[in-house]
């Protein structure tokens, strides 16, 4: 019997994603502005796509998980600390050469990160992705993640 194919990589979050949600929120912003609506709603819509955005930006740039590991004893996710917390591989998508990767711990909670050329090479993303086809044919066509918050 074959083992199972083993990688671990550093994982940090990507800036590029960052600057497009910034870009996006910006765009939103704008778009409220020039709406026809009262300056009161404008103000109340603007302060909270902003409130959301900055709130979420925080959340997703300060991610406690600095490693991502995997061997026979399955999926890993290390933070900081080097507390290890074992996972289960949920699904992963494919679209180019963006590589979003999601897990559920023990208690249930769901977890997505996302490879990109900002936060990796190609060749990790390669490797990751013969893992990752390896543990789960079904999956390699690129089965939409469920959509869940993260």
Request: overall charge positive; glycine content about 10%.
């Amino acid at each position: 019997m074959k083992s199972a194919p083993a990688i671990a990589f550093d994982y940090r979050p990507c800036r590029y994603l960052g600057i497009g949600v910034v870009l996006m929120v910006g765009f939103a912003v704008l778009a409220i502005a020039s709406s026809g609506l009262t300056s009161a709603w404008k103000g109340m819509l603007a302060a909270v796509a902003l409130l959301y955005a900055g709130v979420s930006l925080r959340v997703w740039m300060n991610s406690s998980i600095t490693r991502i590991a995997h061997g026979e004893s399955g999926w890993r996710l290390i933070d900081q600390h080097g507390h290890e917390d074992p996972a289960e591989l949920q699904g992963f998508l494919r679209r180019g050469v963006l590589l979003v990767l999601e897990f559920s711990n023990a208690d249930g909670r769901r977890r997505r990160f996302l490879l990109a050329p900002g936060n990796s090479d190609a060749e990790l993303r390669r490797r990751l992705l013969l893992v990752l086809m390896a543990q789960a044919p079904k999956q390699a066509a690129g089965v939409p993640l469920p959509n869940v918050e993260t």
